[in-house]
Structures are given as structure tokens and as C-alpha cells.
Nanobody, 120 residues
Framework: QVQLVESGGGLVQAGDSLKLSCAASGLTFSRSSMGWFRQAPGKEREFVAAISWKPGITYYADSVKGRFTISRDNRKNTVYLQMNSLKPDDTAVYYC?????????????WGQGTQVTVSS
């Protein structure tokens, strides 16, 4: 059974940084492309960033390109999202997911998410 546990969210001010983590189990992590998604209140869940199981391949939504960086540690079965220059529009619950199709179609396994709130 796939389990995804996100952490690292919080309340920050615009311009601040946060680093999210997602610990995965129940899948062959080193062969799994992973992604981050987010859902703001009253909005649909949207794609944020993806990292391939193949080294060095990443993909970002235009809204976060240049500000967010996705990375992974296969020894720890963990994927990260470094978020810099945060904006109030980044406020959302952030989820990680294993990708069914590159770069932004996820398997329907979701953790509890981690709340990120950016104040202006």
C-alpha cells in the first residue's frame, strides 16, 4: 500500500522560503517519478512540479518556475520542494504524488498534505 507523508508547511510572510518534504513507502521509489501538487481553498488541485526517476529531469508549472526547486533522495525515499520568494497566491495545501504519466498525471494515492500559508 502506497503511503505518502508530507511535512514542512507553515505560516510565512511574502518573500520567505519553506522546504517541504514527502516520505514515501509502499512503492519502488527509485523507479518512481514524483510530483508536487497544491489545492487552494475553493480551487481544483493543480500541478506544481515533477521529478523523474531518471537523473536530472524536472518540470515546473509556469507559476513557480524560477522560485521552486524539486529534488529527491532515493536513500531516504523522500522528495522535497524548496520554495523561495513565496507569494500569497502560493497559499494552499501541498501534496506529493507518484506520477502515472509524465509530467503531471498522478496515481490516485494522496497523503494528508501540508498547509502553506503566505501572508502579504
Amino acid at each position: 500500500q502506497v503511503q505518502l507523508v508530507e511535512s514542512g508547511g507553515g505560516l510565512v510572510q511574502a518573500g520567505d522560503s519553506l522546504k517541504l518534504s514527502c516520505a514515501a513507502s509502499g512503492l519502488t521509489f527509485s523507479r518512481s517519478s514524483m510530483g508536487w501538487f497544491r489545492q487552494a481553498p475553493g480551487k481544483e488541485r493543480e500541478f506544481v512540479a515533477a521529478i523523474s526517476w531518471k537523473p536530472g529531469i524536472t518540470y515546473y508549472a509556469d507559476s513557480v518556475k524560477g522560485r521552486f526547486t524539486i529534488s529527491r533522495d532515493n536513500r531516504k525515499n523522500t522528495v522535497y520542494l524548496q520554495m523561495n520568494s513565496l507569494k500569497p497566491d502560493d497559499t494552499a495545501v501541498y501534496y506529493c504524488a507518484a506520477l502515472r504519466s509524465w509530467p503531471n498525471v498522478a496515481y490516485d494515492y494522496w497523503g494528508q498534505g501540508t498547509q502553506v500559508t503566505v501572508s502579504s
